[in-house]
């Protein structure tokens, strides 16, 4: 009976996706092209008639890489860069849009145009996704159901009727950028009344592989538009702009100039001395073919009448900055040029400030990196790579389940992780995947290891805690079970020790310490996970295999005569502290060890990306606040308050700040901010905030912080001030919650539904 209950979700799941999807599988998949390198955006149309007054009109699309859909000219949504990324031969999403307000009587056209995206990915970096399994051309598969006022429907497909050609955009890619040539616009192609005789039939061609799935995540949408704060002139027909802040997306120009007249615009993060753009800054892992489109680069060829606006449509960069270049004689001036802020559209759940602006500027930087880096999967950085990176994702989570309701989008990358998968239980460092990822090199090695798989335990866990999500953990577990039982085959005596270890650290720590860590951790959730599914004997076998491990790992890397972890690296300390793993009479001892750690180094961090998860909770967690604050907030390097000191509006991918300007993987402290200083924390044993605990944490030379968070219930609010001698803490429970407020020298007690003010 084991063995029943998994296969019928499977079963049922699959029944539900494909009755779902029924309406747009009675449509044929359509190309314009077989070859992959064809460099033109095809334009694809439909005329049809609604004879009769419609009560509705529901289209169901699949475009890949990505679309755009019209209907009578008009766009059917405002949505951008759709459809969702996922591994392509074995999931594709699928969007549903109400267009009856779009329909017209009688004759009415239905058009698309397609970009590449990373279905046919045509610039080549050393990632190599130009050689991925799934790519072939981009390629339609459309429905539009028509319900007649009269109770009667109709079916409009795609299939072998429709018509399609190239289109001005020229060449689009999601590293390099586009090429678009507007004086190759066809005015009224996707609309009714075009003369299309000179158009092609279209190719009915194969599908990409995948099971379609309706998208149950937010669509990726312009989240804000940011006029640039200067421009500045740098001659021989150069413009830099400076948008003020460092953001994904594009920017939409506004330009008149005679027709052939081509205007380039760099992307980029980085001046130079002389004020232009430093155009090598990030570009290393492009491989660019001579004559081919540069990094982050788009060109806008003019065709000459008045006034014209140019948005890229299928691609997107991380910058700050704008060179604009042209080889005729149009000027530009600040008005010329609006960047386009883009990001999933995921509501916000969560709001912090202080009376410290350092930590304001902080989360509003966290906050600007995380919504560049979530664009239909949770990405490393908007610029060089737009990649999953696992790490990545799982460091960042929790800031991002803190201030978004991104639940959905979370629980659609975890099948992206389950979906690349080996049978073997091997992850990749990145999802969406097919082959490449695997290996830091081609060499045959053991991967990324526990540190950067442990994505799919961990994610699994987040949303559980924060969400209440028994069926993310129902949905999961056996992809986490495998994934652990791979880490205990290569394990020796419980130390695992290969993978990737504190990634961009100034000072080492042993890998086979931090994979250990990870492997016990990963074990003891999945242990904890088996009880929620009612997998009894797998909850009791996996608590004694991370008792074991727990027992190797302190045998192999503790040192209790001086309270050290194998050396003095604030990440093993602290690491060790986080992870559970340091036995209780020892706590004190080493969270003093890591406290005085922090002070030697005057309070600058010298961690990496690993350790910023741990450094702050262990210190705060274990009486030393003051310290955490300092180190967070201290404007020497190395430091995060260095990089905000130093103008930076979001986080770096390393303490130098010699790679990218917009990585996440730095922005736990965001979490920080809400565990901690305001001392929300979920109770696992009533998740989803049924219950939850209160225990802020005030450190001295900061006089107020206000946090509010929104659950299922409600809205929790924390909010404590420093008047005279005593604290005053005002909190919010939500109907249906219990809070539980631990305060120091005062007993825990229990608060329901209401608003509170205390003071001590």
């Known amino acids: ?93 699928y969007t549903t849009y109400d267009i009856t307000a779009l329909l017209q009587k009688g004759e009415n056209c239905l058009a698309a145009e397609l970009g590449n995206g990373w279905y046919n990915a045509q610039s080549y970096t050393i990632w190599f996704f130009h050689m991925i399994g799934w790519r072939k051309t981009p390629r339609l598969l459309a429905a539009l159901q028509l319900e007649y006022a009269d109770g009667s429907k109709e079916t409009i497909v795609t299939d072998n009727s429709w018509k399609c050609t190239v289109g001005p955009g020229r060449f689009n890619s999601m590293h390099a950028g586009e090429i678009y040539d507007a004086r190759k616009e066809i005015p009224g192609w996707n609309a009714p009344g075009l003369n299309d005789a000179s158009w092609q039939k279209v190719m009915v061609t194969s599908a990409p592989g995948g099971m379609l799935e309706k998208q149950d995540m937010p669509s990726a949408v312009i989240i804000n538009r940011i006029t640039p704060v200067s421009v500045t002139a740098l001659g021989s027909k150069r413009w830099l702009y400076d948008m003020g802040q460092n953001f994904a997306g594009v920017v939409t120009l506004q330009v008149q100039g005679k027709a052939g007249d081509t205007i380039t615009l760099h992307y ?106 979530f664009i239909s999967i949770p990405t490393d950085c908007p610029q060089r790579e737009k990649m999953g990176w696992t790490a990545d994702a799982h460091i960042a989570a929790e800031l991002g389940l803190w201030n978004f309701d991104a639940a959905s989008g979370y629980r659609k990358w975890l099948r992206d992780l389950r979906d690349v998968q080996l049978a073997d239980g091997n992850l990749p460092g990145v999802a969406p995947t097919l082959g490449r990822g695997y290996h830091w090199t081609d060499r045959n090695d053991d991967g990324f290891g526990p540190a950067w798989g442990s994505a799919l335990p961990l994610v699994t866990w987040y949303l559980y805690m924060y969400g209440g999500d028994t069926a993310v953990v129902r949905e999961n577990y056996a992809a986490i079970k495998l994934f652990t039982e791979r880490m205990r085959r290569r394990a020796n005596g419980f130390i695992y020790n290969t993978g990737f270890g504190d990634w961009v650290s100034l000072q080492q720590t042993p890998v086979p310490f931090i994979s250990t860590a990870y492997f016990y951790s990963d074990t003891r959730l999945l242990s904890k996970m088996a009880a929620i599914v009612g997998e009894k004997d797998d909850a009791r076998q996996y608590a004694l295999l991370a008792d074991s491990i727990g027992k190797a790992f302190n045998d192999t890397f503790l040192h209790d005569k001086n309270g050290l972890y194998g050396d003095t690296a604030l990440t093993a300390l602290s690491g060790a502290l986080f992870h559970g793993l340091c036995p209780p009479a020892l706590q004190k001892k080493v969270a003093e060890r890591l406290a005085a750690g922090v002070q030697k180094r005057n309070y600058h961090a010298d961690f990496g990306v690993l350790g ?149």
């Open 1 to 93: 009976m084991k063995m029943i209950k998994p296969l019928l979700l499977v079963f049922c799941c699959l029944v539900v996706c494909a009755a779902k999807a029924q309406l747009l599988q009675q449509g044929a998949w359509i190309t314009n092209t077989e070859d992959t390198a064809a460099r033109g955006t095809p334009y694809f149309r439909k005329v049809f008639s609604a004879g009769k007054p419609v009560a509705k009109a529901t289209l169901e699309v699949c475009g890949v890489g990505y679309h755009m859909t019209y209907v009578n000219g008009k766009p059917v949504t405002s949505a951008v860069l759709e459809q969702g990324y996922t591994r392509y031969d074995k999931r594709l999403l």
């Open 268 to 373: 980029g993060e980085v001046l130079n001395a002389d004020g232009s753009i430093n155009l090598a800054h990030n570009a290393g892992q492009m491989m660019v073919p001579p004559g081919d489109l540069t990094f982050q680069t788009d060109k806008y060829i003019v065709k000459g009448d008045g006034v014209e606006t140019y948005t890229p449509r299928f691609t997107y960069h991380g910058f700050q900055y704008v060179q604009v270049e042209t080889d005729g004689a149009a000027t530009f001036d600040k008005k010329a040029l609006t960047g386009l802020f883009y990001s999933t559209d995921f509501t916000p759940t969560g709001s912090f400030s202080s009376s410290d602006t350092m930590l304001n500027k902080l989360y509003k930087a966290a906050i600007q990196s995380y919504r560049s880096n």
């Open 612 to 760: 910023t998860k741990y450094v702050l909770p262990a210190l705060s967690d274990n009486g030393y606040a003051d310290i955490a604050y300092r180190l967070l907030t201290d404007t020497g390097y190395a430091g995060w308050g260095h990089w905000i000191a130093n103008g930076a509006t979001t986080l770096y991918e390393d303490w130098p700040g010699a790679e990218s300007h917009n990585h996440v993987f730095f922005g736990d402290y965001g979490a920080w901010f809400f565990k901690s200083l305001a001392g929300i924390r979920p109770d696992e044993s009533a998740p989803g905030f049924q219950r939850f605990t209160i225990q802020p944490v005030f450190p001295e030379k900061l006089e107020w912080i206000k946090a509010a968070h929104t659950t299922r219930y409600g809205v929790i609010e924390v909010e404590w001030r420093r008047v005279k001698k005593q604290i005053k803490l005002g909190i919010q429970v939500p109907p249906g919650t219990t809070a539980v407020v631990k305060l120091p020298g005062r007993p825990d007690k229990t608060y329901r539904a209401g608003k509170y003010l205390l003071a001590f």
